[in-house]
């Protein structure tokens, strides 16, 4: 009889455990989750600084075309800078595309990043809903 309510007593200990073994684990994910929050906080600021650069790019390439229409308007011997106009506008457009480049690549790790939010959401829902059985 006394073995019995030893035996007893030691499953209600591991019982007793077990929500406290839930509520630390809940802890380390509801950690995990600021921390995914917190970079795609700073993956956005990057998002949103790519976009502004690409802006001041775009703002460059238009006011190198319009110089480029006042070259067109002048005489003849000046069509040799016109030429190194049209070369600025091609390196511009291609920058642009590196930073266009550069704004999908930040994209798709956002998406990884939230993908992992979501995942982690779900696990912090599984593991609220043992701790809700237990």
Known sequence: MQERIAQAKRKNARVQERPAQVKRKNARVQERIAQVKCKNARVQERIAQVKRKNARVQERIAQVKRKNARVQERPAQVKCKNARVQERIAQAKCKNARVQ????????????????????KCKNAQVQERSAQV
């Open 101 to 120: 480049e550069r704004i999908a690549q930040v994209k798709r790790k956002n998406a990884r990043v939230q993908e992992r939010i979501a995942l982690a």
